[in-house]
């Protein structure tokens, strides 16, 4: 069956560092890939998008690749705040388009 | 941006009563709309999706008859929790999409819906 497997143990960075988030699946070819934040009590908030052909894309401070051989994607938080505190869920999409969800990681950032 | 509400944010509610949740999307028209329901640290759980005018496809496990999605206009869904139990308790989010199912897409979510039986 389709799986989508993030940490889920809280990821502690101190500020200023780059936050690195982990997306991994199995049994899935997704078309896009998405990367969304929430915060405690609100619903998801989109940050970027990354379509299979895509290898990279950036956007101000976050950066998010897209590995289809490794099946994986990585996003990345550079020069990482406190108000980057947050839980950030992966999303694939394929041919259906509805998106299906990953549990999310929770980021920490000390000041 | 695209903004979606939802109404209420909270709900606290006796077993066995039935609850609405809103949701509209204020400034755009959306063709397909979702709800999920999330359980703490867990993942938003897709319960339908909901296609303007037209019948809610559910998810598997989903009861349709215990959970009423109406999609009456391009800017309002709504979610009706019939005769709520304990078990019903969660937090129910929409989300709204502009072209439909189509690919590559942006979805807006609302704030969410905490609903607690009792």
């Known amino acids: 069956s389709q799986k989508i497997e993030q940490n889920s143990e809280a990821l502690n960075i101190q500020e200023g560092k780059t936050a690195t988030l982990t997306c991994n699946y199995t049994n899935y070819s997704p078309a896009y890939l998405q990367w969304y934040r929430q915060d405690p009590g609100r619903g998801p908030v989109f940050l970027l998008l990354?379509?299979?052909?895509?290898k990279e894309k950036r956007k101000e401070r976050l950066k998010v690749t897209f590995d289809t051989t490794l099946k994986q994607s990585l996003f990345h938080i550079t020069a990482s705040q406190p108000a980057d505190s947050a839980t950030y869920l992966c999303a694939l999409e394929g041919g259906s388009y509805i998106p299906t969800f990953g549990r999310g990681t929770s980021l920490i950032v000390h000041p | 941006g695209a903004v979606v509400s939802q109404h209420p944010s909270w709900v606290i509610c006796k077993s066995g009563t039935s609850v609405k949740i809103e949701c509209r999307s204020l400034?755009?028209?959306?063709?397909?709309m979702f709800w999920y329901r999330q359980f703490p640290k867990q993942s938003l759980m897709l319960m339908a999706t909901s296609n303007e005018g037209s019948k809610a496809t559910y998810e598997q496990g989903v009861e349709k008859d215990k959970f009423l999605i109406n999609h009456a206009s391009l800017t309002l869904s709504t979610l009706t929790v019939t005769s709520a139990h304990p078990e019903d308790s969660s937090f129910y989010i929409c989300?709204?999409?502009?072209?439909?199912?189509?690919?590559?897409?942006?979805?807006?979510f609302g704030p969410g819906t905490r609903l607690l039986v009792l």
């Open positions: 990354i379509r299979e052909n895509e």
């Open positions: 400034d755009f028209q959306a063709t397909t």
């Open positions: 989300s709204a999409r502009v072209r439909g199912l189509a690919g590559g897409q942006t979805q807006y």
